[in-house]
């Protein structure tokens, strides 16, 4: 997890844009596999439930091989 992003709740982006996350993370050795998990919480603030503002959760986990720059 990147920490600096868990509670970062004010950042508004179309939903047809993309967004590209960065940063400087230790990986395996060249070709030696690894795990990147991914959660992604969505607030859709126009659409009110009775819970509150409609969230929705995406979850998602790729094993890959680490490649050097």
Not at 46 to 58: D, M, N, Q, S
Request: charged share 30%.
């Amino acid at each position: 997890m990147i920490p600096d992003l868990a509670g970062e709740v004010d950042e508004w982006w179309f939903p047809a844009d993309s967004v590209v996350v960065t940063g400087d993370l230790e990986v395996p050795a060249d070709d030696q596999e690894h795990r990147v998990d991914i959660e992604l919480k969505v607030y859709i603030p126009y659409i009110v439930t009775a819970h509150g503002v409609l969230r929705i959760e995406e979850h998602d986990s790729k094993t890959m091989k680490a490649v050097g720059a």
